[in-house]
């Protein structure tokens, strides 16, 4: 994991998805210990940070007839709706306590443009707008990444799936990501990890 190559991405490690958080993952918070453990041994470190204005679209709360849950038609494709989470610079937005955030190089922020959300590092939800990560990783000549974090078969997948989209070498290590699993969507996520090429540990 040492060589200049490689960097580790790590997803989304905030209250709002742990424990007692309005979008709380089941288990989330058994894997902080073990990314952090991970992160010690990167040569390049990058978190990415849900980030949404109190307004935002994916939010159930915003939409008079829906309930969190709910998918609907957005003018870039299918949405699910949310409970509200991840606003920006609330506690529920903040990076959980117990992971180190010292030893990230880089921290980029997603999701805040009310219009549009984006589970992807890389690009927002309409599949085309970046983030600017792909620039970053290619200036450092990174050319390897491995993927942790929450939620598995959102924005662990679809940031894993843009990435090796956009050739880099990519693996999920499953142990340290934790799924919503939604209508079968952790064993979809798995599937098209695995088409993609993604390598996935178990
Ligand atoms: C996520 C749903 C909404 C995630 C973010 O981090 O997987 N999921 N926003
Ligand atoms: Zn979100």
Redesign the pocket.
């Known amino acids: 994991m040492s060589h200049t190559s490689h960097a580790l991405l790590i997803?989304?490690i905030q209250n709002d998805?742990c424990q007692g958080g309005s979008?709380a993952v089941q288990g989330a918070d058994e894997i902080i210990q073990g990314i952090n453990q991970l992160a010690h041994e990167s040569n390049c470190v990058v978190l990415t940070q849900?980030w949404h204005p109190s307004d935002h679209s994916?939010f159930a709360s915003q939409h008079a007839s829906h309930d969190p849950f709910h998918i609907i038609d957005m003018p870039y494709g299918s949405q699910t709706l949310?409970p509200d989470?991840?606003v920006m610079g609330t506690e529920g937005a903040a990076f959980h306590e117990d992971l180190i955030i010292d030893h990230a190089d880089l921290i980029i922020r997603k999701?805040f443009r009310r219009h549009i959300?984006s589970?992807s590092a890389f690009f927002e939800n309409d599949q085309t707008t970046p983030t600017g990560l792909e620039g970053y990783l290619r200036n450092r000549s990174i050319q390897q990444l491995t993927v942790v974090g929450?939620?598995t078969d959102?924005?662990?997948r679809f940031s894993a799936q843009d990435a090796a989209r956009l050739g880099f070498d990519v693996t999920v290590e499953l142990n340290l990501c934790r799924g919503?699993d939604m209508n079968h969507s952790l064993d979809e996520a798995i599937t098209f990890m695995q088409r993609d090429g993604i390598q996935i540990k178990p």
């Open positions: 997803i989304d998805f979008l849900d994916s949310w989470h991840c999701g959300d589970y929450l939620a959102f924005c662990v919503i």
